[in-house]
């Protein structure tokens, strides 16, 4: 017999613990979302921030691209992968692009904003983005193109709803 599937509320919890266990905090993304955010959106709070990363990680398909990301990412750390894609996952080879194309599709939730965000953020390797970037501290391959990714997103849902607000008041 087939196990029954985790619920939602079990994903989410999971999809926590794994980003924590992987050095990721919920305020790490936020911090990028802050920052995304911040010139755009002058009286954005740190709350607002932390909600919509937590929005984010709440979606299924967002919550299985990490489970697919970290899992790599572990794989490759233990050297449990097939050659050639241990040694292309471990060195994060720069023509690899498997890693972003399952960042996109947590970016493609959020419209095309979420695109040129977490292009701009990759390129930046802002904040937590950094510290996964450095291979001394693990194999992040994924992970940090997928913090990218959510982050993005979160930034994008934030504008979305921004822009909803202000067309709502002028309507008033």
Same mark, same amino acid.
């Given at each position: 017999?087939?196990?029954?599937? +985790?619920?939602?509320?079990? #994903?989410? @919890?999971?999809?926590?613990?794994? *980003?924590?266990? =992987?050095? &990721?905090?919920? /305020?790490?993304?936020?911090?990028?979302?802050?920052?995304?955010?911040?010139?755009?959106?002058?009286? +954005?709070?740190?709350?607002? #921030?932390? @909600?919509?990363?937590?929005?984010? *990680?709440?979606? =299924?398909? &967002?919550?299985? /691209?990490?489970?697919?990301?970290?899992?790599?990412?572990?794989?490759?750390?233990?050297?449990?992968? +097939?050659?050639?894609?241990?040694?292309?996952?471990?060195?994060?080879?720069? *023509?690899?692009?498997?890693?972003?194309?399952? /960042?996109?599709?947590?970016?493609?939730?959020?419209?095309?904003?979420?695109?040129?965000?977490?292009?701009?953020?990759?390129?930046?390797?802002?904040?937590?983005?950094?510290?996964?970037?450095?291979?001394?501290?693990?194999?992040?391959?994924?992970?940090?193109?997928?913090?990218?990714?959510?982050?993005?997103?979160?930034?994008?849902?934030?504008?979305?709803?921004?822009?909803?607000?202000?067309?709502?008041?002028?309507?008033?």
């Amino acid at each position: 017999m087939r196990a029954s599937p +985790l619920n939602s509320n079990q #994903c989410y @919890e999971q999809t926590l613990e794994l *980003l924590q266990q =992987r050095g &990721v905090e919920v /305020a790490d993304i936020a911090d990028i979302v802050m920052f995304l955010q911040k010139d755009y959106i002058p009286d +954005l709070s740190w709350e607002t #921030c932390v @909600e919509s990363v937590q929005s984010v *990680l709440k979606k =299924r398909e &967002v919550q299985n /691209a990490l489970f697919t990301g970290i899992q790599l990412d572990i794989l490759a750390e233990e050297k449990k992968l +097939l050659t050639p894609l241990q040694d292309i996952i471990e060195t994060d080879e720069p *023509l690899y692009g498997i890693d972003e194309v399952l /960042a996109l599709a947590i970016v493609n939730l959020y419209g095309s904003i979420g695109f040129t965000n977490y292009g701009y953020v990759d390129k930046m390797k802002y904040g937590k983005l950094k510290d996964l970037n450095d291979k001394s501290f693990g194999v992040h391959t994924f992970l940090d193109d997928l913090v990218g990714a959510i982050a993005a997103a979160a930034s994008s849902r934030i504008a979305h709803r921004h822009k909803q607000k202000a067309e709502e008041q002028e309507c008033m």
